[in-house]
C-alpha cells in the first residue's frame, strides 16, 4: 500500500521549479519580491504556488506576504525580471504591451491618493489577456485587496485618469471588435461603479 502511494504522488506531481525575483525600482517606498513554485503534473498545465512580499525600504522589513494558487501561468510568468511596470517611478512604463499583457506586477495609483498601489497576474486569461489581483495601500502601509477591481474589472486598465477619477479598459470583445469599458471612483464611498461600455468593431 506504502509502495502504491508512493508511486501515485510520483506520478502527479514530478517535477518542481522554483523561481524568485527582486524588484527594488517599482516604489520609492517598497521593495517587491515574487516567488513562484511550479510543480509540473501530467495535466495540461501546471499547478502554481506564487507567493509576493512587499518590503520596506527604510528597513528592510517585510511588512506582508500574499500568496495564492493558480493552474494557468505560462511558463515564463515570474520568471522575468523585466515583466514589471511601474507608473510610480516610471519603470517600463512606455514598454509595448502585447495581449493586453501589462506584465507580471505593476506598481500604480488605483484609487488617485497620491499612494503606491499594485496589481499582479494570477491567471493568464482568454483572448481577453491576462487576469489580475488589485491591491490597495491603507494608512497603515498595508495593502488590501480591492474586491471591485479585482472581481469586477478583472483586466488591467489601459487608462487612469486621475482628473476624472476613472480607468477604462480595452478587452476583445470577439473576433469583430473590443470592448471599451470605463469604471468611476466615486470618493465619497470610495466605491467603483461601472459608467459606461462601448464596441467599437474592426475596421
Known sequence: MKILLTNILFI?????????????????????????????????????????????????SVIQTIRFPSTFLFEFSYSNKNSCRSYSTGKNKNNDITDNDFGDIIIADFNFDGKDDFAFKTE????????YSFYIQSDKLKFKKDSYLTNRVVFFPSKLNSSN???????HANAMGVNHNIYKLDTLTNK?????????GVK
Open 192 to 200: 467603483w461603479k461601472l459608467i459606461k461600455t462601448k464596441f467599437i
Open 124 to 131: 493568464e486569461g482568454g483572448n481577453g489577456g491576462p487576469i
Open 165 to 171: 477619477k476613472t480607468m477604462t479598459t480595452i478587452v
Open 12 to 60: 502527479a506531481f514530478f517535477v518542481c521549479k522554483s523561481q524568485t525575483l527582486l524588484h527594488t525600482d517599482l516604489s520609492s517606498n517598497f521593495t517587491f519580491e515574487t516567488s513562484i513554485k511550479r510543480i509540473k503534473t501530467k495535466s495540461a498545465f501546471d499547478s502554481c504556488l506564487v507567493k509576493i512580499k512587499v518590503i520596506k525600504k527604510s528597513n528592510d
